[in-house]
């Protein structure tokens, strides 16, 4: 566990700024070969999420941005092509959403002063999946998954338009509508996309963790990230999201 500036859980208003002492690491991500950042949340969830500005060429921390959720945030991405960090949250009936915020807006950002949370500029309720286990941007696509051990994965593909967001076209009954979806290997806990190739992290509890490698056919009727399908698998260490 890390500690950390956050702010206190006080349903329904915004709580009073303090330091946990029970942050868990959960999701990162890349802007711009600029910062490194990592979202966290409070186990025992008396404080509300964060996330964590380091330097990424040193390492060294920048600073912490309050939410104003105390979701596990392990979802979050960079979309490189429009400047815009996505957060997967839970909405007020429980189910999935993302919210994002502009690398404008984190980098005027200061905890010390402001003492309140960042301001999602952004936010999108989604159809499916129900939770969000990881979360990837990729060619103007966020690709958007979830499992559990007895049904495996599913991941789906919502297009976004050409500001980046989602297309109000796509929409149902007020939430959004995936434009594409593959059923994946159980345990899935990471995602990233390369120029030729897919690759997927599992990771579950104390066992070794797996790096499995695909082909990039998304494209391809009936196709799927089984781990039959795999071109190859790395073992790793255990804890490997």
Do not use: C
Not at 90 to 95: D, H, S, T, W
């Amino acid at each position: 566990m890390i500690q950390s500036a956050a702010i206190k859980y006080t349903p329904p208003g915004q709580g009073q700024p303090g330091i946990a002492y029970d942050m868990d690491p959960q999701g990162l991500a890349i802007i711009d070969h600029k910062y490194l950042i990592i979202s966290a949340y409070s186990k025992s969830k008396t404080f509300d999420s964060v996330l964590w500005v380091l330097d990424f060429k040193t390492g060294r921390f920048v600073k912490p941005i309050a939410l104003n959720n105390i979701d596990h945030v392990g979802g979050i991405t960079y979309d490189e092509d429009h400047k815009r960090l996505w957060v997967a949250t839970i909405n007020q009936e429980q189910r999935a959403q993302v919210q994002s915020v502009t690398l404008k807006e984190i980098e005027k950002y200061n905890f010390k002063k402001q003492k309140k949370p960042i301001k999602f500029e952004h936010g999108t309720n989604l159809s499916a999946p129900l939770r969000t286990s990881y979360m990837t941007y990729h060619k103007n696509k966020l690709y958007i998954s979830y499992f559990d051990k007895v049904r495996g994965g599913q991941l789906f593909a919502y297009k976004l338009n050409k500001k980046g967001l989602f297309k109000k076209d796509k929409m149902q009954d007020g939430l959004a509508l995936p434009s594409e979806n593959w059923s994946t290997y159980s345990q899935i806990q990471g995602i990233s996309f390369d120029k030729n190739n897919i690759l997927l992290s599992t990771s579950y509890g104390d066992f070794n963790s797996q790096l499995l490698i695909f082909k990039n056919k998304l494209n391809k009727p009936n196709y799927n990230l089984d781990l039959s399908e795999a071109d190859k698998a790395i073992i790793l260490s255990p804890y490997m999201e």
